[in-house]
Nanobody, 124 residues
Framework: QVQLVESGGGLVQPGGSLRLSCAAS????????MGWYRQAPGKQRELVAT???????DYADSVKGRFTISRDNAKNTVYLQMNSLQPEDTAVYYC??????????????????WGQGTQVTVSS
C-alpha cells in the first residue's frame, strides 16, 4: 500500500553536488524516522543519514559535513543534499521510512519501507 519513489540520482564529477528526493505515498497515517542508505559494488549496505520526526539528524562519519538530510512532512518527502561528492560515494542509494498506516478504527501498524534505489555515480 505504501511506496517510496526516489529521484535525483545520476552521474556527477568529483566535487559536484546532487540532491536526492524520496516521496512516500499510500496509506500513511504518520511517518517516524526516515533515512538514506547506500550500497556500493561488493560492499554491504550502509547507513548514510537518518532524520526523525523531531527532527533530529544523524550521519555516517564518511559523509558528515558534506551531506545534509531534511524532510518535508507536508509532502511526505525526505531529501539528501550531497555536496563535495567523491568517487567513493558511488553507490545505489536507498530511501527508508518507518511509516504508521491505519488498519482500521483505532488500529495502526508501523512498518519499515524501502525505496527502489537510485544510482549515484561520481566519476570524471
Amino acid at each position: 500500500q505504501v511506496q517510496l519513489v526516489e529521484s535525483g540520482g545520476g552521474l556527477v564529477q568529483p566535487g559536484g553536488s546532487l540532491r536526492l528526493s524520496c516521496a512516500a505515498s499510500g496509506n500513511i497515517f504518520s511517518i517516524n524516522a526516515m533515512g538514506w542508505y547506500r550500497q556500493a559494488p561488493g560492499k554491504q549496505r550502509e547507513l548514510v543519514a537518518t532524520i526523525t520526526s523531531a527532527p533530529s539528524t544523524d550521519y555516517a562519519d564518511s559523509v558528515k559535513g558534506r551531506f545534509t538530510i531534511s524532510r518535508d512532512n507536508a509532502k511526505n518527502t525526505v531529501y539528501l543534499q550531497m555536496n563535495s561528492l567523491q568517487p567513493e560515494d558511488t553507490a545505489v542509494y536507498y530511501c527508508n521510512a518507518n511509516i504508521i498506516s491505519r488498519r482500521g478504527f483505532g488500529s495502526y501498524l508501523p512498518y519499515n519501507y524501502w525505496g527502489q534505489g537510485t544510482q549515484v555515480t561520481v566519476s570524471s
